[in-house]
C-alpha cells in the first residue's frame, strides 16, 4: 500500500500567472520594483512566505511580521483568484481524486500556502470532498521550507504512511528537492511551471502535464516498472 502527497499550488490548480502577478503587485507596493519571471521561478514558486518576503524585502522578518506581510499579500491573490478562470482544479484531477478516494488510498496536501489560503482553497474549490483540513499540512511558520523535506515528513505522519511508500506530486524546483531529500518512493513532476527534461534532471521519476490520463492503474504499473535510466515514463 502506498500514500498519494499532493503539493497544491502549480499542482493541483495551475496558478502560476495569478501568484507571479500577486507577488509582483505587492513587491511594487513595498519596494517600488518590479520583479522578473526568472527571480520570481527562482525565489518564489515552493518556498514558503518567510523565505520570499525576507528576499524581496532584502531583511530578516519576525515571525509576526512575516505573517502580517503574507496576509497582506495573500488579499491580492485571492481577489485575482476570484476573478480569474484560471481559479479551477487541474484537467482530470476530479475524477482521479474521486478514484482515490473510492478505493480507500490514503492520501493529503502538502503546501507552502499559509491557513487562510488553505480556508479559502477548501471553500472555494469544495476540497472537503476528499480532503480532511486537518490533515492538511501548510505554511505554519514553524515548518522548514522546501526545498528542506520537513513539510512532506509530517504529511505522510499525517496519513500514517512511511515517507519510503509515499508518491509526491509537484511542480516546482524546490519542490521537487523536498521530496527527493525527504526520500519519497517516488517523485511525479508536474509540468505547469518547468519542462519535463528540467524536471526529471531535478529528480522526478516521471512527468505529467495534467491528471487526465492518470489513474490507479497506471500508478500501479509505473511502480512495479524497473528502469535503468533517468528518463521519463509515459502514462
Not at 502506498?2 to 507577488?23: A, R
Not at 513587491?27 to 518590479?34: D, L, P, Q
Not at 516546482?172 to 517523485?187: D, L, Y
Request: overall charge neutral; proline content about 1%.
Amino acid at each position: 500500500m502506498f500514500g498519494i502527497i499532493f503539493d497544491f499550488n502549480g499542482t493541483m490548480i495551475f496558478d502560476k500567472k495569478l501568484h507571479n502577478e500577486s507577488w509582483r503587485e505587492f513587491i511594487r507596493i513595498k519596494t517600488g520594483r518590479i520583479a522578473s519571471d526568472e527571480e520570481l521561478n527562482e525565489h518564489m514558486h515552493g518556498r514558503n512566505a518567510g523565505y520570499i518576503l525576507s528576499h524581496f524585502l532584502q531583511k530578516e522578518l519576525s515571525k509576526e511580521e512575516a505573517s502580517a506581510l503574507e496576509e497582506e499579500k495573500e488579499l491580492i491573490y485571492r481577489k485575482m483568484c476570484l476573478k480569474s478562470d484560471d481559479f479551477k482544479l487541474a484537467d482530470g484531477l476530479v475524477h482521479f481524486l474521486d478514484e482515490l478516494k473510492n478505493n480507500k488510498i490514503l492520501y493529503t496536501i502538502a503546501t507552502a500556502s499559509g491557513f487562510n489560503n488553505v480556508k479559502f482553497f477548501f471553500e472555494n474549490l469544495k476540497l472537503d470532498r476528499w480532503f480532511d483540513i486537518n490533515k492538511t499540512v501548510y505554511n505554519d511558520g514553524n515548518i522548514k521550507g522546501k526545498p528542506e523535506p520537513d513539510i512532506f515528513l509530517k504529511a505522510a505522519d499525517k496519513i500514517g504512511v512511511n515517507i519510503g511508500n509515499c508518491i509526491i506530486f509537484e511542480d516546482s524546483k524546490s519542490g521537487i528537492q523536498a521530496a527527493v531529500h525527504a526520500k519519497a518512493k517516488k517523485v511525479i513532476g508536474v509540468s505547469s511551471m518547468l519542462c519535463e527534461e528540467e524536471l526529471i534532471n531535478l529528480g522526478a521519476s516521471f512527468v505529467i502535464k495534467d491528471y487526465e490520463n492518470i489513474s490507479l492503474s497506471n500508478l500501479n504499473r509505473y511502480l512495479r516498472y524497473k528502469y535503468r535510466s533517468n528518463r521519463a515514463f509515459k502514462i
